[in-house]
């Protein structure tokens, strides 16, 4: 029998492996650990806290902090007495965090930290609590409390009813508001209920991949982020699995080698640069090395093509690979798989990407060294997944197969809509954009998609980002930034050209791997302002990208290189918090370059331009 919300399916959980770590994260370098059973008591205590301070059900509680044990407890101890969570990303400056603090009425919120505490009083939103989960000092008024004092709150007003409550909670309860991150304009919030993640989470389950109780996950996404909220998060905790949580983005490569985990979620971003790190070691070796590397990932790819011609009986008994192959491959294991997959750790059997498109020859690549990526795609608003690729069957290049509880349909134009049970209730109080959003019962996801002539999905890019050029010719800019961004020279990319003559890009220097380069090859400068106006650099960045552009028709060529020399960053609000370019806002702070490049006129070869 399926739970009827999500406070059920973890207390399942809870009852079969109380005694198993749910949680391990590290305080001052030192890894700590919490069980299921200490999780749930903790949240006991955090519902208890929360109506002694009188929130109610229907109440909207914030939560600005990057992802720990805290943030779980809290996510469930609202859930569990019908309170409403407004997760909000703890990249945000403070403006925006009082744009999402006003605008879902929320009534208190959980901090991580002086930092975030601060942009809180900075924005000036009135809360009736702020609580902070490691201060800095003690609070004297009554508003202000630490999470220590939070919880002590809640052990001695413990709920001896708190089950009789928590059961009376049915799938159509809302659960909480996310809102959307906003690359066009001011977000909105994204109303979720008990039943839209547990309709995900239970097909995600049937679909996907065989999760363990065994299974170790490391979690560096942020849990504001719907993606890793149901992926890294709700559907881990249903089946016992251990997240231990990565310090920072900085540290992932460390964690994996501490933790050693067995699953992963990411955006394609981390993927991007794994695989960039990898070919520039490669490279930089020598002649033999570099020899043994390509004839494996040959040998990773004709495996790959092994299994996609095999059929499920194959696979599931074990024929599909010819022991005369099977041989080879465990020497392309044993000399370069292994060695490679080490570095992550060594015991990685899936990793999952979402919340943005992979590059295809990024994917075939992590396949070839032994590392499936099971790609998906959705949006917040369908909490999030509407296709995955199945493990028995994943195909590279697509998002794979709608989910058995969706409906899935292309409008003429290519733009995908889907109904079903993890659709969205709406948009907060915005009944216009809500309306907008639907035709009937069908959510318009803004994508443009086709379909496989087996039945996967392929997504093309965001409807609005399809550049027509003045000559008639449609350009979809993502396949071609994906391309560009393979280079381990190049950040991020950004394609223009609408209602132009040709197109061009902006690019952003990935600085950890371009200034190695750069003194190898006579530029003396750590600078990465002067850097991009050295000839030497220019030209070389401008072949980075005609190489990794020439599969492309001549009009999806960029006949521009822009140089954006400072980096782009969700600090500096060119990236979203899960690393999505903010595209009016690169567009609006260097509109006088593209400009500019434009007036100089059609030009029949690409030229390079740094930033002025």
């Not at 399942?12 to 999780?39: L, S």
């Not at 209920?193 to 109780?213: A, D, M, Q």
């Not at 095999?310 to 370069?336: E, I, Y």
């Not at 959510?443 to 008639?472: A, H, N, P």
């Amino acid at each position: 029998m399926k739970p009827n919300n999500l406070v059920e399916m973890l207390y399942r959980t809870v009852m079969k492996y109380g005694e198993k770590d749910a949680y391990m994260w590290k305080v001052n370098g030192i890894y700590q650990h919490m069980t299921y059973g200490v999780f749930w008591e903790k949240i006991h205590y955090a519902a208890s806290a929360f109506k002694a301070l009188g929130i109610n059900p229907g109440d909207k509680v914030a939560i600005l902090s990057n992802s720990n044990p805290m943030w779980g407890i809290t996510d469930f101890a609202l859930a569990s007495i019908g309170a409403v969570s407004v997760p909000v990303y703890p990249t945000l400056p403070f403006d925006q965090v009082a744009y999402v603090l006003e605008n879902s009425d929320a009534r208190a919120i959980i901090v991580e930290n002086e930092v975030q505490r601060q942009k809180v009083i900075t924005g000036g939103t009135k809360l009736d609590y702020i609580i902070t989960i490691y201060p800095e000092e003690e609070f004297s008024s009554g508003g202000e409390l630490s999470y220590e004092n939070f919880e002590r709150i809640g052990k001695e007003s413990l709920l001896t009813n708190w089950e009789d409550i928590w059961r009376e909670i049915d799938r159509e309860q809302l659960v909480t508001i996310i809102y959307t991150s906003g690359t066009t304009g001011n977000p909105k919030g994204t109303m979720l209920t008990h039943g839209n993640f547990l309709s995900n989470v239970e097909t995600v389950k049937f679909w996907f991949i065989e999760l363990r109780p065994e299974d170790l996950a490391l979690s560096y996404l942020p849990l504001s982020h719907v993606f890793e909220r149901m992926a890294g998060h709700y559907t881990l905790l249903s089946i016992g699995t251990t997240i231990a949580y990565a310090e920072s983005i900085e540290t992932i490569q460390d964690n994996l080698v501490e933790i050693k985990p067995t699953i992963m979620t990411s955006v394609p971003r981390l993927f991007e640069k794994v695989y960039a790190r990898v070919m520039d070691e490669i490279n930089g070796g020598p002649p033999l090395k570099k020899k043994i590397f390509h004839w494996a990932v040959e040998v990773g790819n004709e495996r790959y093509e092994r299994y996609l011609d095999s059929t499920v009986q194959d696979l599931v008994l074990g024929d599909a690979m010819p022991k005369s192959f099977t041989r080879k491959w465990n020497l392309a294991n044993r000399l370069v798989y292994k060695k490679v997959k080490e570095k992550l750790g060594g015991r990685l059997r899936g990793l999952v990407s979402g919340g943005g498109t992979l590059n295809p020859d990024i994917a075939r690549f992590f396949w070839s060294l032994d590392m499936p990526i099971l790609e998906g795609y959705g949006l917040t608003e369908t909490s999030p997944v509407i296709t995955l690729n199945p493990m028995a069957r994943s195909k590279v290049g697509t998002v794979g197969k709608v989910l058995p509880n969706l409906e899935v349909k292309l409008l003429d134009d290519g733009e995908v809509l889907v109904k079903g049970p993890s659709v969205m209730k709406g948009y907060y109080k915005n009944e216009k954009a809500t309306t907008e959003t639907f035709i009937d019962d069908w959510f318009k996801t803004g994508d443009i998609g086709e379909w496989t002539d087996d039945g996967y999905l392929k997504i093309i890019d965001r409807k609005k980002r399809i550049l027509v050029l003045s000559t008639g010719k449609n350009v979809a800019p993502q396949p071609i930034e994906n391309a560009i961004n393979e280079s381990p020279y190049i950040a991020q990319s950004l394609v223009v050209g609408d209602n132009r003559k040709f197109i061009m890009c902006l690019i952003n220097p990935d600085y950890d791997n371009l200034l190695p380069w750069a003194k190898k090859n006579g530029v003396r400068t750590d600078s990465a302002e002067e850097i991009t106006s050295y000839k030497v650099v220019k030209e070389f960045l401008e072949q980075e990208v005609k190489d990794r552009t020439e599969k492309f028709a001549n009009f999806e060529q960029p006949k521009k290189i822009l140089i954006i020399s400072e980096p782009w960053t969700v600090d500096s609000g060119e990236l979203t918090p899960k690393l999505s370019l903010r595209i009016n806002v690169i567009m609006e702070k260097y509109q006088d370059l593209i400009e500019e490049s434009y007036r100089e006129g059609e030009v029949g070869n690409r030229e390079v331009v740094g930033q002025k």
